[in-house]
């Protein structure tokens, strides 16, 4: 035997083996971090379609507290998140845009832990194009936008408002209905609709993400102030955690920055 081939072979044997367990230290550390992920649990929240962006900072501030949780979120009218849930759909938390939705369930044994979040205010918004004051200004041809009565709470509480105000059948041939109020924005915006009816926060969002073409033109005073309502809908501790982070001031206080009261 060659006497350099010894020495050789036990170098190559010495470094088969630290290959090998630097291989079994990165596939260890891998497996580690998919169980990793795989422990993270998922927190299903429905919620109406006008907190789509203040939910996107309570979710960056609620995961900062609780890195072991992936939340998603699902979005619409509150009368159709709350009939999805009697259907069965998979939900952790509903965040309605009023109380009438969360109580309903309530009363079905299918949501616990209630809190009302926060308040609102309804508004009567329209094109930059025209001089309307009031809906009463609304000429032939000309729209009237709010969300659908039986599934958003804004439209029911347009239909309240005008009713109250005793403006509803002066200006029923003009109403044209959206499945949510965010909807209602896009109509008046696109000048498909001369005026709508929108939540305040609504409004200050899209003139934060830089759209002038809508603004605002009177409030709608109603006899009863808007109450957003939450209430846990499965049994998991994470979703209770929710509505407890909810309470909390630093959710209270990015609830104002998007012009909520809370």
């Keep these: 035997m060659n006497k350099y081939y010894k020495p050789f072979l036990i170098m190559v044997l010495v470094l088969s083996v630290i290959v090998a367990g630097c291989s079994n230290s990165s596939a260890q550390k891998s497996d580690n971090k998919k169980s990793s992920q795989n422990k993270k649990q ?22 900062k507290q609780h890195k072991d949780v992936d939340i998603s979120f699902n979005y619409g009218g509150s009368g159709a998140l709350r009939q999805q849930i009697e259907k069965g759909a998979p939900t952790d938390v509903l965040m309605s845009a009023n109380t009438k939705d969360v109580d309903a369930l309530t009363e079905q044994n299918k949501a616990h832990h209630t809190y009302n979040y926060a308040k609102n205010k309804l508004i009567l918004i329209g094109d930059d194009k025209h001089k309307y004051h009031q809906v009463s200004d609304l000429q032939q041809g000309d729209k009237l936008a709010i969300g659908e009565v039986k599934s958003v709470p804004a439209g029911k509480y347009a239909e309240q408002y ?31 609709a001369q005026l709508g009816y929108v ?9 934060q993400n830089g759209n002038d073409k809508v603004k605002e033109i009177a409030d709608a005073k109603l006899k009863k102030p808007i109450i957003y309502k939450a209430a846990t809908t499965s049994n998991k501790k994470m ?10 001031n630093k959710a209270k206080s990015i609830l104002k920055k998007y012009k909520f009261e809370a």
């Design 239 to 248: 979703a209770k955690e929710w509505v407890d982070f909810l309470k909390t």
């Design 162 to 192: 005008l009713k109250s105000q005793g403006l509803y059948k002066q200006v029923q041939d003009h109403i044209v209905y959206a499945k949510d109020v965010r909807q209602v924005l896009n109509y008046v915006d696109k000048g498909n």
């Design 199 to 207: 939540y305040k926060t609504d409004l200050y969002q899209n003139q």
């Design 42 to 63: 998922t927190l299903q929240i429905s919620a109406a379609a006008s907190l789509t962006d203040v939910t996107k900072d309570l979710e960056q501030a609620f995961e």
